[in-house]
């Protein structure tokens, strides 16, 4: 691993555990964060992207799945070999994580300023007056106002862009290395989106923390991240940087999630929804996840499972798993934004 990588998956595989089958949740994912840098992983509901999240931080249930392979390595260490009582040492402290929903994360019969004093007791064996100092410090810092009242209060006082502004106090209370954020802008409206993602890298710039940021919306790794990971089914299905993907992306499924997104200059065109559903990930799969789902499929995409790799007409760190895109593949020198070409392409793929 790099030394400018403070976190390296390599592989990394969850299943659980159901009565129809087992699911293979997570499927030989690999990616690498730096230190101080904001990774986006994007991808609809149930692509796997919070499953990897809490794979990295051991949170898989052992009554519903379990970890099946990989390596997850932090800061040189892999965590999936760890003794259990040196990972919960890590949780929180050096890894922490803002959860969707600050509601149910937070506890309701404790007050914001005891959950955080709690973390910093814990993790940084601080006295209770020096924590409850630093906490209101923190609160101060996410925008809290009046944060040497507020601490004293519970979390159903608060509204939901201030519980989430608590999440992140939380999260930052150690001065971890890296913050997971799993779709920290859920259930919020658009101005109070706009507040937490400005917040967030304002931290992340000041404190040099790395993030993970998770979400269902590429407008909101926009302008967030460095680089942008896409998840389909279980597997990452495209990687570049984010400048890149937006100008250059070449899996069709990127092609849908940018369809669908509104736009406010240029002529008015009708938003796009990818048809069907994503697929049962019970039992074996064999060729491409997205080819049921996909207007340029062709038999080869039924058959084989594409691998993620480099493509032609990008840049060396640009990578999709797609058949179509790949070197001689029938997609290498289509224009995805020319939708009068859609109709032709799909005659000419077959099925």
Known sequence: MPESDLLSVED???????????????????????????????????????????????????????????????????????????????????????FQDPMTSL????????????ALRLHLNMSRKAARARAIELLDMVGIPSPELRVDEYPHRFSGGMRQRV??????????????????????????QAQILRLLKRLSHELNTACILITHDLGVVAGMTQRIHVMYAGQIVEKADTAELFANPKMPYTWGLLRSIPRLEGERRRLRTIQGAPPDLTGTKTGCRFASRCQYQRDICLQQDPELSG?????????????????????????????????????????
């Open 12 to 98: 990394l595989e969850t299943r659980f555990y159901t009565s129809h089958g087992v699911v293979q949740a997570v499927d030989r994912v690999s990616f690498t964060v730096a230190q101080g840098e904001t990774l986006g992983i994007v991808g609809e509901s149930g692509c796997g992207k919070s499953v990897t999240t809490l794979s990295l931080m051991r949170l898989i249930p052992e009554s519903a799945g379990e970890i099946t392979g990989g390596v997850v390595r932090f800061d040189g260490v892999d965590i999936l070999q760890m003794d259990e009582r040196d990972v919960r040492r890590i949780r929180g402290s050096q890894i922490a994580m803002i």
């Open 107 to 118: 506890n309701p019969v404790l007050t914001v300023g005891q959950q955080i004093v709690e």
């Open 311 to 351: 493509l032609p007409q990008a840049k060396p760190d640009h990578e999709a798993r797609c058949w179509g895109t790949q070197e001689g593949g029938w997609l290498v020198d289509f224009d995805w934004r020319n939708e009068s070409l859609d109709e032709a392409v799909h005659v000419e793929a077959g099925p």
């Open 167 to 192: 999440m992140i106090a939380l999260a930052l209370s150690c001065n971890p290395k890296l913050i997971l954020a799993d779709e920290p802008t859920t259930g919020l409206d658009v101005t109070i």
